[in-house]
Nanobody
Framework: QVQLVESGGGSVQAGGSLRLSCAASANTYSNNCMGWFRQAPGKEREGVAIIHTAIGLPIYAASVKGRFTISQDNAKNTVYLQMNDLKPEDTAMYYC????????????????WGQGTQVTVSS
């Protein structure tokens, strides 16, 4: 059974940090692309960061590059998103996604999605 379980969201002030976690089942995590996406109220879901769990090579959206870091722990089948210098515009529901043949920010290319975790940044 495929599972993606996100955690780590919360409320912080601008300039603060949060770390999101996405724990996956072994067969979902292994040798696959996993990504973080976000959706703010009234806006479309957008890609934030993706990584291939076997190759690495993280890719970031321009809006978060230099502030966010995607990483992985193979022993725990977990992908993380470290978010530093958070801004109010980072406020959104953050989703973990897995298994993309293109390993890109193309939403429909991902087979599995987590339930989401809310990140709220106040000014």
């Amino acid at each position: 059974q495929v599972q993606l379980v996100e955690s780590g969201g919360g409320s912080v002030q601008a300039g603060g940090s949060l770390r999101l976690s996405c724990a996956a089942s072994a067969n979902t995590y292994s040798n696959n692309c996993m990504g973080w996406f976000r959706q703010a109220p009234g806006k479309e879901r957008e890609g934030v960061a993706i990584i291939h769990t076997a190759i690495g090579l993280p890719i970031y959206a321009a809006s978060v590059k230099g502030r966010f870091t995607i990483s992985q722990d193979n022993a725990k089948n977990t992908v993380y998103l470290q978010m530093n210098d958070l801004k109010p515009e980072d406020t959104a529901m953050y989703y973990c996604a897995a298994v993309s043949r293109s390993c890109s920010f193309t939403l429909y290319d991902y087979s599995y999605w987590g339930q989401g975790t809310q990140v709220t940044v106040s000014s």
